[in-house]
């Protein structure tokens, strides 16, 4: 039985993909809209390959996007989100997985006043593997992947709840395409926070 609704923060509680493009303008050469173009339709693996990050280069790149993240200001949550909390909430305990930090994470939570709604914030690195991040995030709450349901906006999180064996959201106001989504197959696919909460009511 699903006891746990865990979110991913970035892309699919919060609307941060305006901010990851500035970053990326002003740390790295040559970036262009295309980019995120490939990014959405194709995922960040396609992305990788057609910009030629070198695998030596990607933690590097990695840590540089996701320590600016930590400190960026200004971070709104999906406003329909807001509302789909509160609803899920009642039924279910809530937890974020995210490679954001804490900090930063409880305090938009904070800011948008649903922090109460949620049971932990586990926050750490996915440059080895979102599944390992899942893994460990179950081992912690003593939760087994029988009862969570993994919500995300990206392709390597379908991926990663497969491989951690857990149920799959995939939604897709992210960073992600619906194509791309519904290529990896996710257990279930949503275009709203609404059809999100009435498929898990
Ligand atoms: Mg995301």
Known sequence: MIKYIVFDFDGTLADTLSFIKEIAYEEFENVSDHDFD???EEGV???IKERKIRFWNLPKTVLKLTSRMTNVQGINLF????DSLLVLSQSYKLGIVSSNSEKNIFDNLKKHNVHHLF???FSQSSLFGK????KKMCKKHQIHHSEVIYVGDEDRDIVAAKKAKIKNIAVSWGYNSKNKLRQLNPD???NS???MVSYLS
């Open 188 to 190: 279930f696919l949503v």
């Open 38 to 40: 490939v990014l959405r």
């Open 193 to 195: 926070p609404k059809e």
């Open 79 to 82: 406003p329909e989100v807001i």
């Open 45 to 47: 693996g396609a992305l």
């Open 131 to 134: 599944d390992k991040v899942l």
């Open 119 to 121: 049971d932990f914030i």
